[in-house]
Nanobody, 119 residues
Framework: QVQLVESGGGLVQAGGSLRLSCAAS????????MAWFRQAPGKEREFVAA????????NYADFVKGRFTISRDNAKNTVYLQMNSLKPEDTAVYYC????????????WGQGTQVTVSS
């Protein structure tokens, strides 16, 4: 059973940067499409970014384009989210998710990591 653990969250000032990591254990995610989602207080969980198993394809929500970069290291079984030019509205719990390539539902989820951006 694949388990995902996020890390790298914290408190940062507006304009700052953070790098989130999502480490997988219990199995390889090299054949998984991976994604980051986030959920702010009182709001629904929303899609942030995704990367295909081979890293050939990436996809971003409009509100992070040009600021966030998703990447992966299959040798380390880890996915990253580099977040630059952070804004207070980026404050949320960030979740890593994975699904086997070809499936539509993200079956595997991490517990989340808190990102707080102060103004």
């Amino acid at each position: 059973q694949v388990q995902l653990v996020e890390s790298g969250g914290g408190l940062v000032q507006a304009g700052g940067s953070l790098r989130l990591s999502c480490a997988a254990s219990g199995g390889t995610v090299s054949n998984f499409d991976m994604a980051w989602f986030r959920q702010a207080p009182g709001k629904e969980r929303e899609f942030v970014a995704a990367i295909s198993w081979s890293a050939v394809r990436t996809n971003y929500a409009d509100f992070v384009k040009g600021r966030f970069t998703i990447s992966r290291d299959n040798a380390k079984n880890t996915v990253y989210l580099q977040m630059n030019s952070l804004k207070p509205e980026d404050t949320a719990v960030y979740y890593c998710a994975g699904r086997m390539t070809g499936l539509t539902v993200y079956r595997y989820w991490g517990q989340g990591t808190q990102v707080t951006v102060s103004s």
